[in-house]
Each structure stands twice: as C-alpha cells, then as structure tokens.
C-alpha cells in the first residue's frame, strides 16, 4: 500500500523560504515520478512541480518557476520542495503526489496517482 507523507509547512512571512519533504513508502520509490501539487481555499488543486523517477527531468507551474526547486532522494525514498522568495498568494495545502504508472512523468493536467494528506504552507504579508 502507497503511503505518502508530507512535512516542512508551516507559517513564514513574505520573501522567506521553507523546505518541504514528502516520505514515500509501499512501492520502489526510484521507479516513479514524483509531483507538488497545491490547493488554496476555494480554489481548485493545481499543479506545482514535477520530477522524474531519475531526477534528471523536472518542470514547474509558471507561478513557481525561478523560486520553488523540486529535488529528490532515492535513498530516502524522500522529495523535496524548496520554496524561495514566498508570496502571500502561495499560501494553500501541499500536496505530494506518485503516478500509478512506472517510469512515467504524468502531464501538469493528470490528477491520477497516489496522495498524500497534506501540509499547510502560510505566507503572511
């Protein structure tokens, strides 16, 4: 069974940083892409950034790019999301997600795969 973990959120003013960490478990970590996704209050989930299995390749939501950087570590069965230079306007719940698909880096718009519950990223002004 896939368990995903989220951690790091919290409460942060504007222009600050915060590192968020996701722990993988039930399947062979290595084999799988890995991706954020965010939900603000009452707003839909949106895609954040994405990594492949092999961390070679990552993309990001307009929004983010140049501040959030998605890494990973296989041994850790962990990703990560270093966020940078943070706004009020990214404030929402955190999600990581796993693909059901091996060797697969889903499309920013696929919502399939395996979730975590979530940690609260606050940005105040």
């Known amino acids: 069974q896939v368990q995903l973990v989220e951690s790091g959120g919290g409460l942060v003013q504007a222009g600050g940083s915060l590192r968020l960490s996701c722990a993988a478990s039930?399947?062979?970590?290595?084999?799988?892409?890995m991706r954020w996704f965010r939900q603000a209050p009452g707003k839909e989930r949106e895609f954040v950034a994405a990594i492949s299995w092999d961390g070679v390749t990552t993309y990001y939501a307009d929004s983010v790019k140049g501040r959030f950087t998605i890494s990973r570590d296989n041994a850790k069965n962990t990703v990560y999301l270093q966020m940078n230079s943070l706004k009020p306007e990214d404030t929402a719940v955190y999600y990581c997600n796993q693909p059901t698909r091996l060797h697969y880096l889903p499309l920013r718009t696929e919502v399939a795969g395996f979730w975590g519950q979530g940690t609260q990223v606050t940005v105040s002004s």
């Open positions: 039930g399947r062979t970590f290595s084999s799988y892409a």
